[in-house]
């Protein structure tokens, strides 16, 4: 999902070095019939963005796990949810 997201922002013109876009993921196994099986993956975004593009960044954000393939494939047996810690910083 990292890559879709990077991808969006540079679509809406936002380029962010590797030093300004971090992913961490943390998953859940359950046990379902005697099998670990995956349910849940949690995405956590740590983003330094320009100051005064947090309107165009919450939107990419909005959209970006609607369109990442791995979302997509998952999305029927794996709940996934993210959240983004956000600092804006002057250019």
Sequence with gaps: ???????ALEVRGIQLDADS??????????IVDKLPVLTSIHI?????????????????LERHQ???PTAATLANSVAITWEADIEEVAD
């Design 1 to 7: 999902m990292l890559g879709t997201l990077n991808g």
């Design 21 to 30: 876009i971090e992913a961490t993921g943390r998953g859940t196994n359950e």
């Design 44 to 60: 956590t975004y740590r983003l330094r963005i320009p100051s005064g593009s947090r309107e165009t960044v919450d939107r990419a």
């Design 66 to 68: 609607s369109k990442c």
